[in-house]
Nanobody, 123 residues
């Protein structure tokens, strides 16, 4: 069992930066691929980025590539999402999730989810 709690969301102007954190409970955190997803009002939840259990492999959605960076600290049971050059279209609730697979962009592969943190980008 893994419990996830996101933090770091908020209101930021376009072009600004935010750093999201996701704290995990459970001794098996380091065994999971960790992902970030987001959901805007009226839209389906979409993949943002994932990082492998070791941190050696990362992958990003095209919409955030070059602007967002995912990282993890297994000693602290925490995964991060550094978001730079934020755009209006990045506004969404951001969720972290854990998957017991090597790597995945698919929502259904992730077994555990946080409650989400709101990111609002203003003009």
């Amino acid at each position: 069992q893994v419990q996830l709690v996101e933090s770091g969301g908020g209101l930021v102007q376009a072009g600004g930066s935010l750093r999201l954190s996701c704290a995990a409970s459970g001794r098996t955190f380091s065994r999971y691929t960790m992902g970030w997803f987001r959901q805007a009002p009226g839209k389906e939840r979409e993949f943002v980025a994932y990082i492998s259990w070791s941190g050696g492999s990362t992958y990003y959605a095209d919409s955030v590539k070059g602007r967002f960076t995912i990282s993890r600290d297994n000693a602290k049971n925490t995964v991060y999402l550094q978001m730079n050059s934020l755009k209006l279209e990045d506004t969404a609730v951001y969720y972290c999730a854990a998957a017991p697979v090597l790597a995945s962009e698919e929502v259904h592969e992730y077994d555990y989810w946080g409650q989400g943190t709101q990111v609002t980008v203003s003009s």
